[in-house]
């Protein structure tokens, strides 16, 4: 199912409803597309100051590289597709903010990157040989975590590996404007232990969960940071 702008439509009946998710979905969207510009531009070259995660991503594309399609979900402007792009992974990114992607396509016109969502991956089951999702989660309330996981089981291939980063707490902040433009989103924090209660519930294994502290202020957000890696076992 999609709306009218063609983005395909988070329909089950989990809780909280669908209906809310979907009204929490259209606004992260509208934020997105109003800040894709001043987010690309503040954002896109983060790695280059964070030697801890190109790390990370060394390690995940080393595993998936020459395996099958991998894809960057919520990839903002592009810059986790492409750094894997150049360590040698068939990488496409996929967000929900069609403003986004144009901001990712603009910078990396190399790569493909295509809007959806997450919760209704618009791919076909057992497709990816691994997803980073770096933040992707954040906007989420946790009743959405256990459809987005399960997504993300479907369209991974039997042994296929997830690389996932999202900020470690319990904090919810509500900033209502970022760089001076106005948002409409909440920016959650989870606690390791709950998303690894998530993912087993969806069906995939844990490898390993390691944390950070932030890196300097003029680098990052000030928060603690977790990074798990997990795997779609072979059936």
């Known amino acids: ?25 259209d606004s992260i969207r509208e934020s997105y597309d109003r800040i ?4 690309a531009d503040h954002l896109f070259h983060e790695l280059d100051d964070k030697p801890f995660d190109r790390q990370l991503h060394d390690r995940f594309a080393a595993r998936v590289a020459g395996r099958g399609d991998v894809c960057d979900v ?12 150049a360590a040698g992974v068939a ?7 069609s403003e986004m992607v144009e901001q990712a396509q603009r910078r990396s016109p190399d790569i493909a990157f295509r809007s959806g969502n997450m919760l209704a991956l618009d791919l076909a089951d057992e497709s990816l040989a ?12 946790e009743g959405a975590l256990p459809v987005a996981f ?42 390791p232990s709950v998303i690894d209660r998530h993912l087993a519930a969806a069906g995939l294994c844990v490898e390993a969960i390691l944390e950070r502290g932030p890196y300097a ?13 997990a795997q779609r076992m072979p059936e």
């Not at 894709?36 to 987010?39: C, D, H, I, R």
């Not at 990488?91 to 903010?97: N, T």
């Not at 202020?217 to 890696?229: G, L, T």
């Open 217 to 229: 202020p003029e680098i990052e957000h000030q928060s603690e940071r977790a990074y798990v890696f």
């Open 150 to 191: 399960c997504e993300m089981r479907r369209v991974l291939k039997p042994g296929g590996l997830m690389l996932l980063a999202f900020h470690a707490g319990d904090e919810i902040a509500k900033p209502t404007d970022l760089w001076g433009l106005p948002i409409s989103m909440e920016f959650r924090y989870f606690r």
């Open 74 to 85: 919520g990839c903002g402007p592009g810059q986790v597709a492409r750094y894997l792009h």
């Open 91 to 97: 990488v496409f990114g996929l967000d929900l903010s």
């Open 36 to 39: 894709a510009a001043e987010y």
């Open 1 to 25: 199912m999609t709306d009218g702008g063609g983005y395909p439509r988070f329909t089950r009946g989990d809780v909280p409803p669908a209906a809310a998710i979907n009204e929490q979905l």
């Open 130 to 141: 691994g997803i980073a999702a770096f933040y992707a989660i954040v906007n989420l309330p």
